[in-house]
């Protein structure tokens, strides 16, 4: 079973609204990222933190925005909701930041209506 | 800039038969490459990795690659398939420095046919 733990599993949120998505990882891991799966798509890289810093970032505004807290866990929030923003959203962990394989979440199904 | 290539968006096989998922990929530097499997309602889980030490690579579930330079491929195979490989498969590559994101690619969907 995956040492990273998502939730809820399952949102439904309206346009305009605000959420936030959380995410537990596994203990000792400094690196946390979270991606956006679209449907019938791969995974794309919404940003990345080491010890609570934000180290990089791919292509998503700034509505979207996240936390790293000490004890492993990490938030991800979407402000001003659009439905192209529904999508699975998947957390990943690492123990550093040399990409030697993250361990993901199940993710939490985001619809937005 | 860093890119993978999934040749198939839906491989389907008989019980029994290998396995070939098809990746191909493009990076400036030498990469990390890896396999995912995501299986429906499941988050994704690592199969095998490529880190720059032997090209051919085992990972669980019976599953292997092989890392070809000189064809820039990374292609995942399996003997003999079983029904509960039944799955989506990612190809991902991996930036080699700074945030080590992961480029992933559109996936391959196996069908494993009784």
């Known amino acids: 079973e995956t040492g990273v733990t998502q939730s809820p599993t399952h949102l439904i949120k309206t346009r305009g609204q605000q959420v936030t998505l959380r995410c537990s990882s596994q203990s000792g891991h400094n690196t946390v990222s979270w991606y956006q799966q679209a449907l019938g798509q791969g995974p794309q890289f919404i940003f990345q933190y080491y010890r609570e810093e934000e180290n990089g970032r791919g292509n998503f505004p700034p509505r979207f925005s996240g936390l790293q807290f000490p004890n492993y866990s990490s938030e991800l929030n979407v402000n001003a909701l659009e439905l192209d923003d529904s999508a699975l959203y998947l957390c990943?962990?690492?123990?550093?930041?040399?990409?030697?394989?993250?361990?993901f979440g199940s993710g939490t199904r985001l619809t937005v209506v | 800039a860093q890119s993978v290539t999934q040749l198939d968006s839906h491989v389907s096989v008989s019980e029994g038969t290998p396995v070939l998922l098809r990746c191909n990929y493009s990076s400036s530097y030498s990469p990390s490459l890896f396999w995912y499997v995501q299986h429906p309602n499941k988050g994704l889980q690592l199969l095998l990795k490529?880190?720059?030490?032997?090209?051919l690579v085992k990972g669980i579930n019976g599953f292997e690659a092989e890392f070809k330079k000189s064809e820039t491929s990374f292609h995942l195979t399996k003997p003999s398939a079983h029904m509960s490989d039944a799955a989506e498969y990612f190809c991902v590559v991996s930036e080699p420095s700074g945030t080590y994101k992961y480029i992933f690619g559109t996936g391959t969907r196996l069908k494993v046919l009784a």
């Open positions: 490529y880190t720059s030490a032997a090209t």
């Open positions: 990943a962990s690492s123990l550093g930041t040399d990409g030697d394989g993250y361990t």
